[in-house]
């Protein structure tokens, strides 16, 4: 019910939702009510004055639903209630945003450092299959490194596919299911078990082509 409340604020227009956030909301582990909560509070600036009264009366609520709220965002550490003694010699209560703003400040930076990690994947790939990347490639790097593959992994995929002659990211695709599958960790790993194969096989090191699809195929 709260949400609905909040939700009809937002339409009215009494709170302004920057996109950026909406799209990040999962990352800041709240539920949408309290999203919604944390975006009132956005608006009204930092260092707000306690009052939850205030608070229920611009958003509609409850004031126990308004307190809910407080403490859920303080038990996250998104917010926290500050206590200062003005030039009165009265205490005050505030609303303070600094662990908000330092989250989305991380968030943030997270964001500009995968886009540079996925700037050089996507350089590298272009340039050691000497041809320029589809949408739906690009696509299909983003959901390896999604997917928990390591830029180094797959740089090194890439060029076992090179080696080959083959520059098709379905390859890529099949030799990073295969290493996974082995439960390689390390480059280390990889070029371990490349010298086994090749021990095993008795083939001239200096002329050997490694493909990793056709391992299994004796």
């Known amino acids: ?36 909560f944390l975006m009132y509070l956005y608006n009204k600036g930092n260092k707000l004055i306690f009052n939850p009264n205030l608070f229920k009366e611009d958003l509609n609520m409850e004031l126990v639903d308004v307190m809910k709220l407080i403490s859920a965002l303080t038990d996250k550490d998104l917010i926290t209630v500050d206590v200062e003694v003005n030039d009165k010699g009265i205490r005050e209560e505030y609303i303070n945003l600094d662990n908000f703003y ?28 000497s041809r320029t990347l589809s949408p739906s490639e690009f696509e299909f790097i ?37 290493w996974n599958k082995k439960g390689f960790k390390t480059l280390e790993d990889i070029q371990k078990n490349k010298k086994e194969f090749r021990e095993k096989k008795k083939e001239n090191v200096e002329i050997f082509e490694y493909d990793w699809l056709d391992e299994n195929e004796d």
Not at 11 to 36: A, C, M, Q, W
Not at 102 to 129: G, H, P, Q, R, W
Not at 161 to 175: E, F, P, Q, T, W
């Open 1 to 36: 019910m709260k949400g609905n409340k909040l939700l009809h604020v937002i339409k009215d227009g009494n709170i302004v939702v920057p996109l950026y956030l909406l799209k990040r909301r999962k990352e800041l582990k709240i539920t949408l009510e309290e999203f919604l």
């Open 102 to 129: 330092n989250k989305v400040n991380l968030i943030m930076l997270e964001d500009a450092n995968n886009k540079e990690m996925d700037s050089d994947i996507f350089s590298f790939v272009e340039n050691e299959f």
């Open 142 to 178: 983003k959901a390896w490194l999604e997917n928990g593959n390591s830029e180094e992994f797959i740089k090194e995929a890439v060029k076992e596919a090179s080696i080959n002659g083959v520059s098709n990211l379905r390859y890529v695709d099949k030799i990073l299911y295969e």
